[in-house]
């Protein structure tokens, strides 16, 4: 159903960086902007990265997106305990003309 | 600051039709060029999109549920509307309305602002 490929679980100690990869095709990664969204338990998901790299007002600094290619990555440094969270990646398929999900990235600070 | 609210049964019976509604506050679902969105993320899976309303009464839906799904907008209250027809098992979820970004002002945008979800389970 995923169209968006994503490890399922990333870790760290409080302070370190963690990244997280978004595999996708040339239908969309490749050819449109790439969205992250954070969903902490029992929460709706909150929009953390648009267009690739930008941040909404108010998301830390800690948190940083780029892109290359057909695949995206989030990374989080100087990682904290509220930070344990799914993370899930999106964007636009042309192919498939809607939007579509990365598979979710379960991040546990250790 | 706009905030949505999503209502409807807790509770479907398998075949039949699956209705929620979205309301929105602190703005309006004809404001130009926002598109209004509907997501859902069943039981230990992803989030999947359903479908969406621009701001002008535009639809599109999901191609894989299309057959199935129709979104669409009551400005008189403010609010829009998921319904879904024939519904399974499957189809058990937490269902979120959300709101598009309008940094592109296209439906690519990203959803920046989200319900809280609504948990439907479908079930004799």
């Known amino acids: 159903q995923s169209v968006l490929t994503q490890p399922p679980s990333a870790s760290g100690t409080p302070g370190q960086r963690v990244t997280i990869s978004c595999s996708g095709s040339s239908s969309n990664i490749g050819n449109n902007y790439v969205n992250w969204y954070q969903r902490l338990p029992g929460t709706a998901p909150k929009l953390l990265i648009y267009k690739n790299n930008q941040r909404p007002s108010g998301v830390p600094d800690r948190f940083s997106g780029s892109k290359s290619g057909t695949s995206a990555s989030l990374a989080i440094s100087g990682l904290r305990s509220e930070d344990e969270a799914d993370y899930y990646c999106s964007g636009w398929d042309d192919s498939l003309s809607g939007h579509v999900f990365g598979t979710g990235t379960k991040v546990t600070v250790l | 600051q706009v905030q949505l609210q999503e209502s409807g049964p807790g509770l479907v019976k398998p075949s039949g039709t699956l209705s929620l509604t979205c309301t929105v506050s602190?703005?309006?679902?004809?404001?130009?060029?926002?598109?209004w969105v509907w997501i859902r993320q069943p039981p230990g899976k992803g989030l999947e999109w359903i479908g969406t309303v621009s701001y002008s009464g535009r639809t599109f839906h999901s191609p894989s549920l299309e057959s199935r799904v129709t979104v669409s907008a009551d400005t008189s209250k403010n609010q829009f509307s998921l319904k879904f027809r024939s519904v399974t098992a499957a189809d058990t979820a937490v269902y979120y309305c959300?709101?598009?970004?309008?940094?592109?002002?296209?439906?690519?945008?990203?959803?920046?602002?989200w319900g809280q979800g609504t948990t439907v389970t479908v079930s004799s």
């Open positions: 602190g703005g309006s679902i004809t404001d130009n060029p926002f598109y």
């Open positions: 959300a709101k598009s970004s309008g940094e592109m002002a296209t439906i690519r945008d990203a959803f920046d602002i």
